[in-house]
DNA sequence: CCACGGCCTGATTC
DNA sequence: AGAATCAGGCCGT
């Protein structure tokens, strides 16, 4: 079944910067739009002059315009929230080079596997990765000629275990994907609970994980959990406060973290995004485009 | 509390 | 070519 519709949209909104930006890394390109797979759906969107044109496996009664507009954050007033950031000229810079790139709200549970798997990985690497534990262990989909696979439930990375983790490529990351499995599959750990707690709640439960330290537990809560005042430190936005800005090298995480709160405010996960974006383009003429060669099991088990 | 080495692995650099 | 080095961290000492 190949459902059609489209999806009106007044706010700014680059597919391309949005999706490719390092939020989420279940998007691959195909001719003018992006394919990827939300819930149990695969969609393919293309953006058009009023809006997106959505393809969809799933029925249109399944609100799957809903679905989009808010994992694409619509509700957010962008041009307000760049009109108030932008009053700082090296926001005000990424505002200008990326008008359309807006915070993307995901599912907590895949955000979460996602940044694990990020530690001391790039890109590239960590797409792969995921679409081959997807491919492995997820639900296949299909739209058109496309298969895709559903991001496996928590449950399936227990069963899955660490020694078939590390054969799907996930190296010392693998146990720490297996305990943060447990502890969402037996609700020692309520995700979606963490969407109503406050800052300092949910990053004390998401840190509490082996493997999840102050920078991907920020990342998660700022691209799934709407805690757009978390402020994801990693080395290009380290890079970015020490040349842009003259913040010491030596500031700790925690002193950046409230450097960040007092420099930006309750939007500072809006202006980390566009930092992010800004530096990088700066410093590399494109950012990969996710999934070069696709990633294969290791042999012999 | 801080500094430092180690960790899987694929790509890039030397 | 084969060996170091680096990549969107975190943990233990």
Same mark, same amino acid.
Not at 225 to 233: G, K, M, R, S
């Given at each position: 079944m190949t459902t059609r519709t489209h999806l009106r949209v007044s706010q700014p909104l680059d597919l391309d910067a949005t999706l490719d930006g390092g939020q989420a890394f279940r998007w691959r390109r195909d001719g003018d739009a992006w394919v990827g797979v939300l819930g149990s759906a695969i969609v393919r969107l293309a953006r058009t002059d009023g809006g997106v044109d959505i393809e969809s496996d799933v029925p249109l009664a399944s609100d799957i315009r809903g679905a989009i507009a808010s994992y694409l954050r619509l509700d957010d007033d962008l041009p307000a929230i760049q009109r108030e950031l932008a009053t700082d000229p090296h926001i005000g810079d990424g505002v200008r080079a990326f008008p359309g790139l807006r915070l993307l709200r995901q599912d907590p549970w895949e955000t979460l596997a996602g940044f694990i798997l990020s530690s001391t990985s790039n890109i590239p690497r960590i797409a792969r990765t995921m679409e081959l534990i997807a491919d492995t262990l997820g639900q296949p989909l299909e739209l058109g000629d496309t298969t895709r696979h559903a991001f496996p439930a928590p449950e399936a990375f227990v069963r899955a275990g660490e020694t078939q983790l590390r054969d799907l490529r996930c190296g010392f990351r693998a146990p720490y994907l297996v305990a943060a499995a447990r502890a969402v599959a037996t609700g020692d750990l309520a995700l979606e609970a963490l969407r109503e707690a406050p800052y300092a709640e949910a990053l004390a439960a998401l840190s509490a994980l082996p493997g999840v330290g102050d920078k991907i537990a920020d990342c998660?809560?700022?691209? &799934?959990?709407? !805690?757009?005042? @978390?402020?994801?430190?990693?080395?290009?936005? !380290?890079? @970015?406060?020490?040349?842009?800005?003259?913040?010491? &090298?030596?500031?700790?995480?925690? @002193?950046?973290?409230?450097?960040? @709160?007092?420099?930006?405010?309750?939007?500072?996960?809006?202006?980390?995004?566009?930092l992010f974006w800004h530096i990088r383009q700066s410093r590399r003429p494109m950012i990969g485009a996710a999934l070069t060669k696709p990633l294969a099991p290791k042999a012999g088990s």
């Open positions: 998660v809560m700022l691209f &799934s959990l709407d !805690h757009l005042e @978390a402020f994801p430190v990693d080395r290009w936005i !380290h890079r @970015a406060l020490v040349d842009w800005y003259g913040v010491e &090298s030596t500031f700790r995480y925690e @002193a950046l973290r409230d450097w960040a @709160a007092g420099r930006f405010g309750p939007l500072a996960g809006y202006a980390n995004q566009y």
